[in-house]
């Protein structure tokens, strides 16, 4: 057993499991059945037309991306803790990371958006491409780059970050709107999604970073009182999701859009791009409310954080290998029109099937390497 070993957090490895799994439903609902909202600022939510079951479809799948960057930026600092016991300088970890997030910027390129070109006819609109995307991979690599430096900051700073990034869109957006005006460069990568050639942002770096820095945050916690932390994720998720219904109830601030109805499917579908105050509070809760539980589960719940816990650590892996899982379903089985709804269940769970093996393969093989070789960056 390594010295690291010990630092390993299953229950971070099985929440990260399940939101690889509920972001394949994502994509699968994408490319076979064709289907994909998307709660933009700018534009009127989506209307599910009373139909639940489309609803949540989409609605669960809200969780994986402010789960990704928070147990991003919490892995970060629960590496970095054990590698400097392993004798690491701060210096290595910081090129460590810097470079494991540039890293992440032609994989997208090079691996990731050939899909997109080829499911969405282009990665932006018009007569000309955007070639500077901001993606969640593109945007996670560099929310990793920023944070690289910063790793000795105090958890203090690092929520204090976090809490400004988080809250910026929700001030800056609302501005915009009053007053108008072209979006320029660094707003549009930074804060406001859309196009301003030659920039693309579906994730805006700064509320994203944002929820990288809580989970650098959070994990310089878990590294003080590793039981004490886990645990208090329960009453901070609940009063995450107390205080979105607050959000929602009051209006206004912290929606950037508000409910297009009446009924709860209207008052559950919140912005997601940017994250609205609203969407971090509903999604991290939840995450925070999911961490904690996985934590305390008995001896029952071992099958399933077994099986979550592959795909958990193999996420890069996963990530790439379900969209091109996806796409050949759509090609080879729908490939004039879209699947019908009760096809998409049974496609997403066979995609996911298919993809345990691979994931375990994945795993062991990533586990042969040493410590500086870049299979571990992935």
Known sequence: MTQTTPRRLESLDTLRGLIMVLMALDHASFFVARTHPFEFWSIPLPDYG?????????????????????LMGAGMALFSAARLEAGWSAQRITRHFLLRGLLLIPVFYCLEAPIWVVGMGGLGNGGRTSFIVFTVLVTLGVSM?????????SSRSWLAMAFIAIMAPNFLIPTLIKHGGDVGFIMRAF???????????????????????????FGQLVQRNRDRALRAMLPMGLAYLIAFVGVRVGGGFGNLREASGAGWIPFLTVVKYPPSLAFCLVTLGGNFTLLSLFHRAGAWFDAIKRVLSVFGQAPLFFYLAHLYVYMLMRFVFFPQTSGPQWVLYPSWLAGVALLYPACLWYRRFKASKPDGSLWRMF
């Open 191 to 217: 804060v406001v999604p859309g196009e301003t050639y030659p920039i693309s942002a579906m994730y805006p770096i700064l509320p994203w970073f944002g929820i990288c820095a809580l989970g650098v945050g």
């Open 145 to 153: 780059i920023l944070a690289a430096p910063l790793l000795r900051l």
């Open 50 to 70: 009373g139909s639940a079951s489309w609803f949540l479809t989409r609605w669960v799948t809200h969780f994986c991306a402010p789960g990704f960057f928070f």
